[in-house]
Antibody, heavy 117, light 112 residues
Framework: EVQLKESGPGLVQPSQTLSLTCTVSGFSLTDYSVHWVRQPPGKGLEWMGVMWSGGSTAYNLVLKSRLSISRDTSKSQVFLKMNSLQTEDTAIYYC???????????WGQGVMVTVSS | DIVLTQAPLSVSVTPGESASISCRSSKSLLSSKGITSLYWYLQKPGKSPQLLIY???NLASGVPDRFSGSGSETDFTLKISKVETEDVGVYYC?????????FGSGTKLEIK
């Protein structure tokens, strides 16, 4: 069964660093790419970046200076780190997978991150 | 960045009737390989988004054939025939012709 599950702190202080983990099962990170997408409360979806199956990454330029995506294929995990968090980074953070023409057929349940002191 | 403009903002539909949602792109989404990189998702209340249509007109696995996608290089339509109460939620289009991947702002479907 294909699953993606995000984990991380629910509360982060302003100016601090957010670290999230996406743990996947039912497929291999060397066959599928994993993207991060976020959604501020009551708002739309924003693409953050991707860990390609080959190991390279790409980022949304508006976040690139603050964002880093990495992975550990042996643990089937993809990591997101974003620094200098501000209140506008409060959102649900999702990981989702991608295989050739099929973009985002499975999503994690999302993790709510609140940036507040 | 490619901007996707969805219309209407919201739509109210009687069960059994059809609904159409428009997505207009600021740039052609037709690639040099002849692929139209336009996707449709439904986000049901309190849930993660789910894929409905990929590459403009291909039905995702497990999605009822009441859903269909069509369009040209810049203008796209998601049609839902015989709307059911379970179709309630926000519909998003998305493009991945080029970075950054972008989403439309969403269309909320409600049941009358």
């Amino acid at each position: 069964e294909v699953q993606l599950k995000e984990s991380g702190p629910g509360l982060v202080q302003p100016s601090q660093t957010l670290s999230l983990t996406c743990t996947v099962s039912g497929f291999s990170l060397t066959d599928y790419s994993v993207h991060w997408v976020r959604q501020p409360p009551g708002k739309g979806l924003e693409w953050m970046g991707v860990m390609w199956s080959g190991g390279s990454t790409a980022y949304n330029l508006v976040l690139k200076s603050r964002l880093s995506i990495s992975r550990d294929t042996s643990k089937s995990q993809v990591f997101l780190k974003m620094n200098s968090l501000q209140t506008e980074d409060t959102a649900i953070y999702y990981c989702t997978r991608h295989y050739y023409s099929v973009l985002f057929d499975y999503w994690g349940q999302g993790v709510m991150v609140t940036v507040s002191s | 960045d490619i901007v996707l403009t969805q219309a209407p903002l919201s739509v109210s539909v009687t069960p059994g009737e059809s609904a159409s949602i428009s997505c207009r792109s600021s740039k052609s989404l037709l690639s040099s390989k002849g692929i139209t990189s336009l996707y449709w998702y439904l986000q049901k209340p309190g849930k993660s988004p789910q894929l409905l249509i990929y590459r403009m007109s291909n039905l995702a696995s497990g999605v009822p054939d009441r859903f269909s996608g069509s369009g040209s290089e810049t203008d796209f339509t998601l049609k839902i025939s015989k709307v059911e109460t379970e179709d309630v939620g926000v519909y998003y289009c998305a493009q991945f012709l080029e970075y950054p991947l972008t989403f439309g702002s969403g269309t909320k479907l409600e049941i009358k």
